[in-house]
């Protein structure tokens, strides 16, 4: 069964930073899509950062670009995001999310391409 569980949200102010970490288990990270969505109180959720982890290729939406940076560990199973220079805009909850094997690169910012989620980690910046 595959679990994600994220954590390292909280509350900083404007020009913080936070550093999100997912765990993944009963899944070993090899050829998959996994990234970081977002979803504010009243908004859709999107996709902010997501990385094919058998090349570590990474894409990200661009109101991050700059600021955040995902990274992989398929050693450790771990998928983390660090996020720099945030801003008020940037409060939301975060999710880890996966898909299953993807042969080739076709990771895309798109929620709905993500079979697995975590739980999310709330984050929270003041001005």
């Known amino acids: 069964q595959v679990q994600l569980v994220e954590s390292g949200g909280g509350s900083v102010q404007t020009g913080g930073s936070l550093r999100l970490s997912c765990v993944a288990s009963?899944?070993?990270?090899?050829?998959?899509?996994m990234g970081w969505f977002r979803q504010a109180p009243g908004k859709e959720r999107e996709g902010v950062a997501i990385?094919?982890?058998?090349?570590?290729?990474?894409r990200y939406v661009d109101s991050v670009k700059g600021r955040f940076t995902i990274s992989r560990d398929n050693f450790e199973n771990t998928l983390s995001l660090q996020m720099n220079s945030l801003n008020p805009e940037d409060t939301a909850m975060y999710y880890c999310?996966?898909?299953?094997?993807?042969?080739?690169?076709?990771?895309?910012?798109?929620?709905?391409?993500?079979?697995?989620w975590g739980q999310g980690t709330q984050v929270t910046v003041s001005s």
């Open positions: 009963g899944y070993s990270l090899g050829n998959h899509c």
């Open positions: 990385t094919y982890t058998r090349s570590g290729t990474t």
């Open positions: 999310a996966a898909t299953g094997v993807k042969t080739s690169d076709s990771c895309r910012l798109l929620p709905t391409q993500y079979a697995y």
